[in-house]
C-alpha cells in the first residue's frame, strides 16, 4: 500500500475519531452541569435550531462538505507541518459540520435531566 492511501486512510480515521470525541465531551461536560433548562439556555438552543434551519446553513453545510473533500486529498500535503495544519483544519470543520446533530443531543440530555 503505497503512502498516499495510507496517510488518507489515517486523515479519514482521524475525523470520525474528533466528532466522536467532540461529542462525548460536549455531552459530558452537560451531564456534569446538570442545571435545568434556564429561559435564557431555551432562547439560546432556540436560536441555534432556527439558524440550521435555514437555506444559508444548508448551503455553508454544502461548502464544509465540499472543503472537507478538499482537505482529504493527502497528495497535495508536501510535509509534516502541513499534514498538522491540515488536520487542524479538518478538526475544525468537522466540529462545524456536527455543529447540530452535537447540540441536539446535548439539548436533549439537558431536557432530560430536568424531567
Not at 444559508?56 to 499534514?83: C, F, Q, Y
Not at 462545524?96 to 430536568?114: C, D, G, I, Q
Amino acid at each position: 500500500m503505497d503512502c498516499q492511501r495510507i496517510l488518507k486512510r489515517i486523515l479519514k480515521k482521524m475525523s470520525k475519531a474528533i466528532d466522536k470525541l467532540q461529542t462525548e465531551m460536549i455531552l459530558a461536560y452537560i451531564a456534569k452541569k446538570r442545571k435545568p433548562v434556564t429561559p435564557d439556555l431555551q432562547k439560546y438552543y432556540e436560536s441555534r435550531f432556527d439558524t440550521m434551519a435555514t437555506g444559508g446553513w444548508k448551503d455553508l453545510m454544502e461548502d464544509v462538505d465540499t472543503m472537507i473533500n478538499s482537505l482529504n486529498n493527502i497528495s497535495t500535503i508536501p510535509d509534516e507541518a502541513s499534514l498538522h495544519f491540515k488536520k487542524g483544519e479538518l478538526s475544525i470543520l468537522t466540529w462545524l459540520r456536527t455543529l447540530k446533530e452535537v447540540s441536539e443531543r446535548a439539548y436533549e440530555e439537558l431536557n432530560e435531566k430536568t424531567i
